[in-house]
């Protein structure tokens, strides 16, 4: 007789948790497959525990998202207060949390989401021509319409390493599932942490089995976003754009279809690896579609990433309160 397999340990969540929740009304959204759990809670009072956000993300237990997104009051939070001195306009505050529960600092394409939740929920205006500020971890970003999606100042990046070992191209060596030997990588700073890892063919890009993160070695602090990159070749098309195509792996998530600040992270490598008279302008594809990512000077004299792309809003619901 065959033995039963034993459940699988998901945090359940609900009348499957077995915990007291209140319900909790949300909308489900995404930007190109990246997706969250969105709930207006202008008080912070929703719950916020591990538990009970990774029972939410849970795809069979749960409603199943990459991330679950709340929009608080800036004013209602301490790090959103300290935002609110410096613009005062960051009304609202993105809290991202990852779909084990674990918090980061930013999320690029959620920010897009974010804003056009808050627009549906008409809680906040974005006129064409105006712009919109986003109280997050990673300071104020500030959002701007952009075809038929957004377009999010994702502020300075930064290599994580010192420049000695950036000089080199590489400061980290990562171990992927399905490839053969280990890839020198460049780590990125986009207020959260990333590690871009550039594979020689489209062939690797598929061959690499991202449903085990891969091993970083410098072992990252905080951990780290694996994006396994292809320039495109030729690199820059007729039309003054670099091209990369991109898988990732997510810090406290695993592969998801997209990740803004990791398209992000992928373009600021693979423009430092292209060298001088690498473009500005880049388009980065994901399995879950394209994004857009641009640097310009920012007003605070860095260069500063924007990421451009759709954001959709697919459903409204209410978590039922456990049985
Ligand atoms: N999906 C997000 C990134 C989440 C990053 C998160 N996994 C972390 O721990 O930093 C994005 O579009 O930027």
Redesign the pocket.
């Known amino acids: 007789m065959t033995e039963t397999p034993a459940p699988t340990e998901n945090p359940p969540v609900g009348h499957a948790a077995g915990v007291r929740s209140p319900t909790l009304a949300f909308t489900k959204g995404h930007?190109t497959g990246?997706d969250f759990v969105l709930t207006l809670d202008p008080g912070g009072e929703s719950r916020t525990d591990a538990v009970f956000v990774a029972g939410l993300c849970d795809r069979h237990r749960g409603i199943g998202a990459?991330?679950f997104i709340r929009a608080v009051r800036s004013s209602s939070l301490t790090e959103g207060k300290a935002l609110l001195q410096s613009d005062p306009r960051a009304e609202w505050f993105m809290d991202?949390r990852?779909s084990d529960g674990?918090v980061?600092?930013?999320?690029?394409?959620?920010?897009r989401v974010f804003t056009h939740f808050l627009l549906a929920q008409g809680v906040a205006e974005l006129p064409e021509g105006g712009e919109l500020a986003i109280g997050t971890r990673s300071g104020i970003k500030y959002v701007t319409r952009s075809g038929d999606g957004y377009a999010v100042d994702m502020g300075p990046w930064e290599f994580i390493f010192p420049d000695t070992a950036v000089a080199r191209g590489t400061d980290s060596l990562v171990d992927i599932l399905g490839l053969d030997v280990d890839r020198p990588a460049l780590s990125v700073s986009?207020g959260?942490?990333?590690t871009v890892v550039a594979l020689a063919e489209l062939a690797e890009l598929h061959a690499a089995e991202l449903h085990r993160a891969p091993i970083v070695q410098p072992t990252p602090p905080e951990?780290?976003?694996v994006e396994v990159v292809v320039p495109s070749d030729p690199l820059v098309g007729d039309d003054g754009v670099g091209r990369l195509a991109m898988r990732?792996h997510?810090?406290?998530?695993g592969e998801?279809l997209?990740?803004?600040?990791?398209?992000?992270a992928a373009a600021v490598a693979t423009r430092f690896w292209a060298g001088a008279g690498a473009p500005d302008r880049w388009l980065v594809g994901v399995p879950g579609g394209e994004v857009g990512v641009r640097f310009f000077p920012g007003p605070d004299g860095l260069e500063h990433v924007e990421?451009s792309g759709p954001a959709v809003l697919v459903a409204e619901g209410a978590l039922l309160p456990a049985g």
């Open positions: 930007g990246n990459d991330g991202y990852n674990s980061a600092q930013m999320c690029g394409n959620g920010v986009m959260n942490p990333h951990g780290t976003n990732v997510e810090r406290g998530v998801t997209s990740c803004g600040s990791g398209a992000c990421l």
